[in-house]
């Protein structure tokens, strides 16, 4: 019970400084900057929740994130769509997307699905840069719309497309928190664990896999279309494997298998790269001994270390523990 109130508690803290943080930020630029750590953020659980949970490294995430991108772009600029409607879209055609790509792929495992993975995401990338017409090429997508008014509510300021972003942020974390706490996401971690194992308990691999697949690429989908309409432009590099990368790191920071982890990583990891600015070019030299020490020092990533130590504690003392 105190530790179901501990994490509630931190949550319910996390949440009143995000709501806090335009009061407090020192510019619209801050705000810009947040913003888009919000929306890699839901891109990075959805990443999570294939590697992290069920243990499967998907390195197409970022081709994804850029066809639910590049799903709001079209409709909206080139069909006249509305924002809303369009946003549904990318998350749909995204876990559609991932059904099929799913099918194929996860009779792979182990790197032999990555490396798949990471061939779908060039694929990706090319079909975005060189299908002009439906793309537009490398020139990117220019003139996507803000999202269009709800009643007296608009989203013609950074404040109010910061709320608007936090807003799904929300959201979708308490999506995944209950996705991770139910039988689903045991089974999820029962894969991940051992496919043998888990098969032999009478799990359907292929679909909970393939679920797992479609629910981690609907949140990229979701992140990419939420991109598009606050960025308002869009280009073939967001299906580059290093945004994948970006959010392997912010998950592995923070910790893998949790749901708080890889949302701090993917909020702090930003902030640490904007202050280290002023290095310009040896700003590198300084950031990665920082990502070797916490690799080394901190395995399981930042909470993960730290629910492994009271996961220690609570052993000793006897007494329950239940993973945040």
Not at 41 to 61: C, D, K, W
Not at 190 to 208: H, P, Y
Not at 211 to 230: D, P, T
Not at 245 to 260: E, K
Request: hydrophobic share 55%; charged share 10%; aromatic share 14%.
């Amino acid at each position: 019970m105190k530790n179901l109130i501990d994490s509630r508690l931190a949550w319910a803290l996390l949440l009143a400084a995000a709501i806090a943080f335009p009061w407090v930020a020192g510019n619209d630029y801050h705000l810009t900057v947040m913003s888009t750590a919000y929306i890699f953020a839901i891109a990075t659980l959805g990443l999570n929740l294939i590697t992290g949970y069920t243990g499967q490294l998907n390195l197409a995430h970022a081709g994804f994130m850029a066809v639910g991108a590049y799903t709001v772009g079209i409709l909206t600029v080139d069909h006249g769509w509305t924002f809303w409607a369009a946003l549904a879209m990318s998350g749909l055609v995204c876990a559609a997307l991932g059904y099929v790509i799913g099918i194929v792929s996860l009779r792979l495992k182990g790197h032999y699905f990555s490396i798949f993975t990471l061939c779908v995401g060039y694929i990706m990338f090319l079909v975005i840069e060189k299908w002009e017409s439906l793309t537009h090429g490398t020139v990117g997508i220019m003139g996507i719309p803000e999202p269009e008014a709800i009643g007296a509510l608009t989203f013609d300021t950074p404040v109010r497309l910061y709320y608007f972003v936090l807003f799904f942020l929300v959201v979708l974390v308490w999506v995944m928190r209950r996705i991770v706490k139910s039988l689903l996401g045991r089974t999820f971690i029962a894969i991940r664990n051992s496919d043998e194992l888990a098969e032999a308990l009478g799990i359907n691999l292929m679909r909970n896999k393939v679920l797992a697949f479609m629910l981690s690429v609907f949140y990229a989908g979701i992140a990419g279309g939420l991109y598009a309409g606050f960025v308002r432009f869009i280009g073939p590099d967001m299906a580059g494997v290093h945004h994948t990368f970006d959010m392997m790191i912010f998950a592995m920071v923070g910790g893998m298998g949790t749901v708080l982890g890889p949302l701090l990583g993917a909020i702090a990891m930003p902030w640490l790269t904007q202050s280290l600015q002023f290095l310009q070019e040896y700003r590198f030299i300084v950031f990665g001994p920082i990502l070797v020490a916490l690799v080394i020092f901190l395995p399981y990533g930042v909470v993960g270390s730290f629910l492994q130590w009271r996961a220690r504690r609570d052993a000793k003392e006897g007494k329950p523990h239940a993973q945040d």
